[in-house]
């Protein structure tokens, strides 16, 4: 079914994403309606309509179902039940039963490695009924999860609720330090990489991937992601193959993150799935024919897709709240490249590690593009240096957290 231009489109969440697709959706003619609980979030502030309310408000849910043609989301702890509430009144992408996968880790995780897709060794940590049991349990662990990442099952983010532990002897307190909620342990592995590929799958299996991006993390959030990736063309291959197999085999429809670890011997292991848009393809608006999130829109409202091939090389670096400890930053830094684009959301408050914006620099190679991108990333932290430490290294990083 086509959803005709002038149609109102609805959004669950009120983020970044979900700005970028209300921008993709109102130039191609359509109309967006937000559901957020947050006032003046960065989507519901520039959208023709805000309904401000839980995601659970059954008024609210039945207001979006009833004035809207086609209904997505823009983040994955959506409730999955509110998707599944929706899709009985209009076109829901993606579906629930997708972003019930990939919102838990242990049910992502059981999933990617049921269907063949290789993992980082896991385990499942939750209090058995018997939960006098448990830690005896633990203790039997194979050891090779250790040194490992004790990562909450829901709701984590941005390297939040995850937690570095050395050994067995600290599993107890480290799950404790998370409620004691259900969690995966995750082998700590020396990673050559990390690279992710975003899919857009459309109503009727028709599916495109977009170039593969090399992604860097700084203290668990990404901090640069460079298009292409600076690996083999058979990693780039293998990385596209498995993006899209993983979307085939969930019946995705919509835009798609698969997010991969690289290994020392070209292996590739898939870390996680975002079902929407993800911050490692904002390159896409400035360099692709199309965006990943003209894609999302295209795809909901069962339009084809668009090409997703590159003008040239690309640089997107992110910016944080940690920037604006001395008020704005000075964007003359950013602006006065004529190949660089800047991209603010519009948030009210600046925090340390919330993402406030990005910029996409353009290049003829990546190498130009990169060290261009570093060189303003320089000029912008030294306006603030008190605000930065030197680039910490993985370990560091999760020492870090450890610590705090
Ligand atoms: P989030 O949902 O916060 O993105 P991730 O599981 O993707 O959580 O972890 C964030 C980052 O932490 C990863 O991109 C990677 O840099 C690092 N990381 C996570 N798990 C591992 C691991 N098992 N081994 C090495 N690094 C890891
Ligand atoms: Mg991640």
């Given at each position: 079914?086509?959803?005709?231009?002038?149609?109102?489109?609805?959004?669950?969440?009120?983020?970044?994403?979900?700005?970028?697709?209300?921008?993709?959706?109102?130039?191609?003619?359509?109309?967006?309606?937000?559901?957020?609980?947050?006032?003046?979030?960065?989507?519901?502030?520039?959208?023709?309509?805000?309904?401000?309310?839980?995601?659970?408000?059954?008024?609210?849910?039945?207001?979006?179902?009833?004035?809207?043609?086609?209904?997505?989301?823009?983040?994955?702890?959506?409730?999955?039940?509110?998707?599944?509430?929706?899709?009985?009144?209009?076109?829901?992408?993606?579906?629930?039963?997708?972003?019930?996968?990939?919102?838990?880790?242990?049910?992502?995780?059981?999933?990617?490695?049921?269907?063949?897709?290789?993992?980082?060794?896991?385990?499942?940590?939750?209090?058995?009924?018997?939960?006098?049991?448990?830690?005896?349990?633990?203790?039997?662990?194979?050891?090779?999860?250790?040194p490992?990442i004790?990562?909450?099952?829901?709701?984590?983010?941005d390297g939040k609720?995850q937690v570095r532990?050395?050994?067995?002897?600290?599993?107890?307190?480290?799950?404790?330090?998370?409620?004691?909620?259900?969690?995966?342990?995750?082998?700590l592995l020396p990673l050559a990489n990390e690279v992710s590929?975003?899919?857009?799958?459309?109503?009727?299996?028709?599916?495109?991937?977009?170039?593969?991006s090399e992604n860097q993390h700084r203290k668990g959030i990404l901090d640069v992601s460079i298009v292409?990736a600076r690996v083999?063309?058979?990693?780039?291959?293998?990385?596209?193959?498995?993006?899209?197999?993983?979307?085939?085999?969930?019946?995705?429809?919509?835009?798609?993150?698969?997010e991969?670890f690289v290994?020392g011997?070209?292996?590739?292991?898939?870390n996680?799935?975002?079902?929407?848009?993800?911050n490692s393809?904002h390159y896409?608006?400035?360099?692709?024919?199309?965006?990943?999130?003209?894609?999302?829109?295209?795809?909901?409202?069962?339009?084809?897709?668009?090409?997703?091939?590159?003008?040239?090389?690309a640089v997107m670096v992110n910016l944080l709240g940690d920037l604006w400890q001395g008020?704005?930053p000075?964007?003359?830094h950013v602006?006065?490249?004529?190949?660089v684009?800047?991209?603010?959301?519009?948030?009210?408050?600046a925090r340390p590690g919330r993402k406030m914006g990005h910029y996409t620099v353009?290049?003829?190679?990546t190498e130009a593009a990169l060290q261009l991108a570093l060189e303003i990333k320089r000029s912008l932290e030294c306006a603030h240096s008190s605000a930065f430490e030197p680039g910490p290294c993985l370990q560091d990083a999760y020492r870090t957290k450890t610590d705090e």
């Open positions: 079914m086509i959803i005709p231009p002038g149609a109102m489109l609805g959004l669950l969440g009120g983020g970044q994403l979900g700005r970028m697709f209300t921008m993709a959706a109102q130039s191609l003619g359509y109309r967006v309606t937000v559901l957020d609980p947050v006032e003046n979030g960065p989507a519901g502030s520039i959208a023709e309509r805000h309904l401000r309310a839980d995601y659970l408000d059954s008024a609210a849910l039945h207001e979006i179902g009833a004035t809207c043609a086609a209904i997505t989301t823009e983040f994955e702890n959506v409730p999955a039940e509110s998707l599944r509430i929706l899709a009985q009144h209009c076109v829901v992408s993606p579906a629930s039963s997708s972003v019930s996968i990939a919102q838990n880790r242990i049910l992502e995780k059981n999933f990617l490695s049921a269907n063949g897709f290789q993992v980082a060794p896991y385990a499942i940590i939750e209090d058995s009924r018997d939960s006098q049991n448990s830690h005896t349990e633990w203790f039997r662990l194979p050891p090779g999860l250790f490992g004790l990562k909450v099952s829901r709701l984590g983010y609720g532990v050395d050994e067995p002897t600290q599993l107890d307190r480290a799950f404790s330090g998370m409620n004691r909620e259900p969690c995966v342990l995750e082998q590929v975003v899919v857009a799958r459309g109503f009727d299996g028709t599916a495109i991937t977009f170039p593969v292409p083999s063309p058979s990693i780039v291959q293998n990385a596209r193959e498995a993006a899209l197999r993983v979307a085939e085999t969930l019946e995705y429809h919509g835009v798609l993150c698969v991969f290994l011997d070209g292996q590739l292991l898939v996680e799935i975002a079902p929407r848009p993800h393809g896409s608006i400035d360099t692709c024919v199309t965006s990943q999130f003209e894609q999302q829109v295209r795809v909901l409202c069962g339009l084809p897709l668009g090409g997703t091939s590159m003008h040239g090389a008020g704005e000075e964007w003359e602006l006065r490249h004529p190949h684009k800047l991209h603010l959301y519009g948030k009210l408050a353009l290049g003829e190679t």
